[in-house]
């Protein structure tokens, strides 16, 4: 026994003494060639020559002196950097015949041009990378003349820019394009990447860039944003360019676009202003109603905060247009920004204003599935929408020692809306029997004044990491409406004769007034040099009121009787106090963050008409926790969790009465209760820069404990009571899958070769009751979607193609007539390619494929190629003028769908767009920046 204990010891010896023979140790000293200065906190990095991975790093004593120990046996890269000094280079090998590498004395000199080994270059590209950030070297790929830095991206490995200018860089969408690390037009990414000439790009950095609190504080939240920086060559930030861009196409479709840009130095000038009916709403205006979106209801927030709001947002606010009609608009702009006593003082501002017209034509199914049968609506609707917007913001930030900044921001919008409707609609039983039909007018006309204001303060203490930050905002909304419903609703019995109706002719009116104040502070307390402690408190106070009045008619024309019934004014007071707690523990490669926010809410609603008061004090709890880690700066694995209390709106407790629809109305639940929100999410990513090879998986799940859910009733006319209920018994759950894989093949000519997929569902519940059921039955709806996608994409001096393909499955199935439930496999696909011929021709295609298939639901399928071309000459040397000649939909087959499902009801929707028109433009791009000539 004791021979094999000392047997085991002696193998576990040899065994420990071999490996750690195998473990090797980096030594050295950094010093200043010419002074011989030993260089303290020169940064140390120790890199795969496979990929340029980081595999360990440090900085340099304070004589000098470092030491990097645990590397594995290998080929590795030294990379030692310094500021204002050359970087030093050196590959070297670790095996077992040397344990210590000591390189001694590094010398490094004054600054130089990068060596060779440590910008990564191949046949037209230049790369490099200092910690988190990937350096891409502008002038080391092709463009061709007046290319946009749109068309750089695409050339940039790890980079891809879809057919709708979104960007996704090694796995990650990126949400962010800086212009000289500031925004640019309010942080629109496609202003700056479709018309940013790309001759006057000198470097394009991608990181992820931090929170503001993160940022000031230096404590990570694990809050990032994939974010691309474009950083000017000196000689390019003055001067001015810009472009003219006309065109008239057959069926009178139009476009028009003038862009001016001024640069001087730090200071920035830009105007634009467009116009046209082929789909371009604007630039993009990337703002969105501060109040949300929706009908006349009131609505609370995740910290308990309530507001009311009315009416909705509008393609202006996206930049978008989202297919539906035929879309008029006319916007413009300008944008100023300017850096100022050493670069301590900055200021922001954009102005917008737009003008959008929409006409459109619906035709909508819907299948509501009951107990004991089905109810089939056909709705045929027309409307005209009409919207005018100006806004204006401004950010100045201004350091105001080497510890403190001061943000302020200040933003204001005035819009006017005008919309009317009609609509016809017919409501048949199961067995195709008239149930009821709807005629339906509506008109409303608008206006909307929105303020805001806030200011951002830090402050950095004495003892590194201890910090703290104050914030204080006020928000002022004020919303004044008008407008007529008239409603003709006729009932019919089994026979298909009319037993009965309803009309409605009223004149109505809805202001709305929204006062909010924020305050929050905020502490950072280092408790180590790991350990950050972040603590929190916020006060807010919310003013709000809605009035909203119906009228009916005393004499024909005139509106002045009220309507008690839907008719109401709310006063509603709210104060909210929040505190919270969070641990931030990190290391190189480690982060991990949790804690907890709790918000104490006091509301009190008064209805003035009635003289009811509704007073309600509740709790809400926002758990969170994160966990980051770092394999090295292109590979990652992020998991989160937060939790969050949802109290129930407040027209589900008590039903802000309106008789848009007579056929569905809502009764209010005085006794419901909150729900709980549990949301969790993983992701991870890895690059790798030689090989071009990306992966990024993501996913998250998340379920509802005490979910809240619709209660429905519905009677032998077809007229639906709803009202919200507690799920007790079931959990509602979600989960959407993402994942990606791309690699650069060079056997394929440097092609671009990638598999994605998207994947995700949901299990839903609700109550439905039908007239003849003789109990309330719970519903429930499992919906399934899965998208695999083949990518393709090859981008040459003088060619470019993109192909993105692949099926999908949806399925909806809803317990309640299982047999009308919607599911199916479908196919989509997409490609645009390129070409430049000679005599500065220029060819360029993309085509569009979309199959959805017939269901129980749907006895039809849906099918559709759209292919859109163009023929571009160039005109001059430099290319500055250009004709082109563009068919849009060329076999005009571009047809409004979409299919959906939602509780125990499946809708499926066609409406009136954009299709086949040809048209001529002209385009010239002019351009005088520092006196210099466009690359070629």
Not at 444 to 471: C, H, M, W
Not at 522 to 532: F, G
Not at 707 to 727: C, P
Request: charged residues 20%; contains cysteine; glycine residues 8%.
């Amino acid at each position: 026994m004791k021979r094999l204990l000392l047997s085991l010891c002696l193998f576990i010896f040899i065994s420990t003494y071999s490996k750690a023979q195998h473990l090797h140790t980096i030594k050295g000293r950094t010093i200043d060639t010419a002074s011989t200065t030993l260089l303290s906190g020169t940064s140390i990095a120790i890199l795969n020559a496979k990929d340029s991975t980081l595999v360990k790093f440090t900085r340099a004593a304070e004589n000098g002196s470092f030491e990097l120990t645990g590397i594995k046996n290998g080929k590795f890269i030294l990379l030692v950097s310094y500021p204002r000094y050359a970087d030093f280079v050196d590959h070297f090998t670790l095996d077992s015949t040397t344990q210590v590498k000591d390189y001694g004395k590094i010398n490094l000199t004054g600054m130089a041009k990068i060596l060779a080994d440590v910008i990564i270059k191949g046949e037209k590209a230049a790369i490099k990378i200092k910690g988190d950030t990937t350096e891409f070297n502008a002038s080391n790929y092709q463009i061709q003349p007046n290319d946009k830095v749109e068309d750089l991206l695409k050339k940039l490995p790890g980079i891809q820019v879809d057919k709708d200018g979104k960007i996704t860089a090694q796995g990650k969408t990126v949400p962010k394009v800086l212009v000289d690390g500031e925004e640019f037009f309010g942080d629109d990414p496609t202003l700056v990447t479709k018309n940013l000439r790309a001759d006057m790009v000198d470097k394009v950095q991608l990181y992820e860039k931090s929170s503001d609190q993160a940022a000031f504080t230096g404590v990570d939240d694990g809050q990032k944003t994939q974010t691309i920086n474009i950083k000017l060559k000196e000689d390019k930030k003055s001067g001015y360019f810009g472009k003219v861009d006309a065109g008239y196409g057959t069926r009178d479709f139009y476009k028009g676009q003038v862009l001016f840009n001024r640069f001087k130095a730090k200071q920035k000038f830009s105007v634009y202003g467009t116009a046209g009916n082929n789909g371009t709403t604007g630039l993009s205006w990337q703002d969105n109603n501060k109040l949300g979106t929706g009908n006349d209801n009131m609505q609370m927030g995740d910290d308990g905060s309530v507001w009311f709001s009315y009416g909705g947002g509008d393609e202006l606010e996206s930049g978008n247009y989202y297919g539906e009609g035929v879309p008029r608009a006319i916007t413009g702009g300008a944008h100023y920004d300017n850096k100022w006593n050493s670069d301590k003082e900055t200021i922001n501002t954009n102005y917008k204003l737009g003008a959008l017209g929409i006409k459109t034509t619906k035709n909508t199914i819907s299948q509501n599935n009951l107990p004991d049968g089905i109810i089939n609506t056909t709705t045929d609707e027309n409307s005209d929408r009409n919207v005018f917007r100006q806004k204006l913001d401004a950010i100045y930030t201004i350091k105001l020692d080497t510890t403190s900044n001061l943000k302020l921001s200040v933003d204001g919008m005035l819009k006017n809306s005008d919309n009317t409707s009609s609509s016809n609609s017919e409501g048949l039983r199961g067995n195709n029997t008239m149930l009821n039909s709807n005629n339906q007018k509506n008109s409303n006309d608008g206006k909307e004044q929105n303020f805001n204001i806030s200011a951002f303060y830090t402050k950095k203490l004495k003892k590194p990491g201890r910090n703290f930050s104050v914030s204080i905002s006020q928000m002022i909304n004020q919303i004044n409406s008008k407008g007529f419903l008239y409603s003709d609703v006729q009932y019919f019995n089994e026979a298909g004769v009319k037993n009965g109706g309803q009309v409605t002719d009223q004149f109505k009116t809805n202001n709305t007034h929204n006062s909010v104040l924020n305050t929050n502070v905020t502490y950072n307390e280092p408790l180590s040099k790991s350990l950050a402690l972040v603590l929190n408190y916020g006060f807010s106070l919310n003013d709000s009121r809605s009035d909203r009045k119906s009228f009916n008619q005393s004499a024909p024309g005139n509106y002045d009787v009220l309507d008690k019934e839907f008719s109401n004014d709310f006063k509603a007071t709210q104060y909210i106090n929040q505190a919270g707690a969070i641990l931030n523990y990190k290391k190189p490669k480690t982060t991990v963050s949790f804690g907890s926010k709790v918000s104490a809410v006091n509301f009190d609603q008064l209805e003035q008409l009635s003289a009811q008061r509704y007073q309600r004090s509740f709790v809400n709890w926002l758990p969170q926790a994160s966990y980051l880690y770092k394999f090295s700066a292109q590979k990652s694995l992020r998991i989160s969790y937060n939790g969050n209390t949802d109290q129930p709106t407040v027209n589900q407790l008590q039903p802000v009465k309106v008789n848009d629809n007579p056929l569905y109305q809502t009764l209010g639940n005085p006794d419901l209760a909150p729900s709980f929100n549990n949301r969790f999410s993983a992701s991870y990513n890895s690059y790798k820069v030689l090989s071009q090879r990306s992966i990024y998986i993501s996913g998250n799940f998340s379920f509802v404990n005490k979910a809240i859910v619709s209660n429905t009733e519905t009677d032998t006319s077809g007229k639906t009571i709803a009202k919200s209920v507690n799920l007790s018994d079931k959990t509602p759950f979600n989960y959407n899958i993402y994942s990606s894989i791309g690699k650069k093949l060079k056997f394929l000519f440097d092609t671009e070769v990638g598999l994605s997929l998207n994947a995700g569902g949901n299990t839903s519940y609700n109550y439905v009751k039908s007239q003849f059921g003789k109990e309330v039955e719970l519903n429930q709806v499992i919906s399934t979607r899965f998208s695999p996608s083949l990518n393709i994409s090859r981008y040459k001096d003088k060619s470019e193609i993109s192909l993105s393909f692949g099926p999908s499955y949806n399925a909806q199935v809803a317990s309640l007539q299982k047999d009308r439930s919607n599911k199916g496999w479908g196919l989509q696909g997409w490609g645009s390619m390129s070409f430049n011929l000679p005599k500065k021709i220029k060819l360029q295609a993309d085509g569009e494929y979309s199959y959805t298939p017939k269901s129980q639901a749907f006895d039809t399928s849906f099918e559709q190629v759209i292919i859109n071309a163009s023929v571009t000459k160039s005109f001059f040397k430099k290319e500055d003028l250009k004709f082109t000649i563009r068919g849009n939909d060329l076999f005009n087959q571009n047809r409004g769908f979409r299919r959906y499902a939602y509780s125990n009801m499946i809708t499926q929707t066609n409406y009136n767009n954009i299709s086949r028109y040809f048209m001529f433009s002209l385009v010239w791009d002019f351009n005088k920046m520092g006196g210099g000539t466009p690359q070629k």
